[in-house]
């Protein structure tokens, strides 16, 4: 219980979603609680972890959503970067974004139901209307790119012509390399 609470104070905070009344002639999409263990090298459990996801297999393609694809770097143009990063005595770093899907603005109108076991006592029949993506939409993972990428571009980084996962940015002599993969980064 504790983990789903901790859940559902990450989209208070995040600002996921709105409760509202069941719209008219809108498809309302499920949700689900998905667990996971999280371990030490022991295998020793250390955390629980709760994770609310949308039922998205239910999603119609042209009702719920327009377009899903989202680039996702290929193991050969991480193993370059790599490679570059030791010819040129380059430190690299990676970082895994917390809860990344939840920083994708979603451009549909989405309408998810209320957790399982959490819903509003005062307004058990009203549904949450989506601000950002959830996990489990098909459109989730594109709408955390397009929001890194613009983020990204803004600031003065090229997107790769050939890999649009990866970005440069030079400045004099320095270069700061970014490559995107999912939910980790590595620069």
Known sequence: ???MQEELNQFERSEVWELVSIPQNQ???????????KMDENCIIIRNKARLVAQGFNQEEGVDYEETFAPVARLEAIRMLLAFACFKDF??????VKSVFLSG???EEVYVEQPPDFQSFNFPNHVFKLKKALYGLKQTPRAWYERLSK??????FKMGKIDTTL???TKENDMLLVQIYVDDIIF
């Open 151 to 156: 983020f990204l571009l803004k600031r003065d």
């Open 105 to 107: 603005f979603i451009n």
């Open 27 to 37: 498809s309302v999409i499920g949700t689900r609680w998905v667990f996971r263990n």
């Open 91 to 96: 430190v690299l770093y990676q970082m895994d």
């Open 1 to 3: 219980m504790i983990a």
């Open 167 to 169: 970005f440069i940015k």
